[in-house]
């Protein structure tokens, strides 16, 4: 089993529908979340940051860690076509100084 | 600041050939990453590095892969021989503190070197 699951994808939605993306995790001593975005051909780049559990929201975008259920998601609302990109969810804890990401789950918006 | 820059974009090569891949980290960042990303397997740490040596290597895959670091500023991801399975799009990272606990920094991506081993 791999630490960190994430579904690939594809996922297609309209333009202004509510995108939901999540993560499941194995290690409990992971304390740090993170949501990168990776536009095609390109290298990752951080969206969303979450310590322990709770919400973050930024704009259009919440992040939501549930550590009872080793569950991570995000949110994001009123979805653009330039939010077509993958989401790489990503986590880190105890004593490593690495961050395990998941596979990524690629997203399309159509206008 | 110019980012993480990678070199090569791409780079084709036939199976038993050496293949090497460089970085030049941002100024000033301590930390330097090599990540490999394929389908199957998403987004792997190869070997990451602090104030130019190597911390952890235990996701160098074998034997035949190497990373260097011999300043700040260039690092180098080496396979020799290089095998079809090697085929990926490697990345390099790097961040100026820890990426976990409450320093948190993001990891700064350059936009990968695109590897083809025939």
């Known amino acids: 089993q791999k630490e960190v699951e994430q579904d690939p994808g594809p996922l297609s939605v309209p333009e202004g529908a509510i995108v939901s993306l999540n993560c499941t995790y194995s290690n409990s001593a992971f304390q740090y979340f993170m949501w990168y975005r990776q536009y095609s051909r390109k290298g990752p780049e951080l969206l969303m940051y979450?310590?322990?559990?709770g919400n973050k929201e930024d704009g259009r975008f919440t992040a939501q860690v549930d550590k009872s259920s080793k569950y991570i998601s995000l949110f994001i609302r009123d979805s653009q076509p330039s939010d077509s990109a993958t989401y790489l969810c990503?986590?880190?804890?105890?004593?490593?100084?690495?961050?395990?990401f998941g596979t990524g789950t690629l997203l399309a918006v159509q206008p | 600041d110019a980012g993480v820059i990678q070199s090569p974009r791409h780079e084709v090569t036939e199976m038993g050939q050496e293949v090497t891949l460089r970085c030049k980290p941002i100024s000033g960042h301590d930390y330097l990453f090599w990540y490999r990303q394929t389908m199957m397997r998403g987004l792997e740490l190869l070997i990451y590095f602090n104030n130019n040596v190597p911390i952890d290597d235990s996701g160098m895959p074998e034997d035949r892969f190497s990373a260097k670091m011999p300043n700040a500023s260039f690092s180098t991801l080496k396979i020799q021989p290089s095998e079809p399975r090697d085929s990926a799009v490697y990345f390099c990272?790097?961040?100026?503190?820890?990426?976990?606990?409450?320093?948190?920094?993001?990891?700064?991506f350059g936009n990968g070197t695109r590897l083809t081993v025939t």
């Open positions: 990503a986590m880190s804890g105890g004593a490593t100084n690495k961050l395990i």
């Open positions: 979450t310590y322990s559990s």
């Open positions: 990272a790097s961040s100026p503190t820890p990426v976990t606990g409450v320093q948190n920094s993001p990891l700064h």
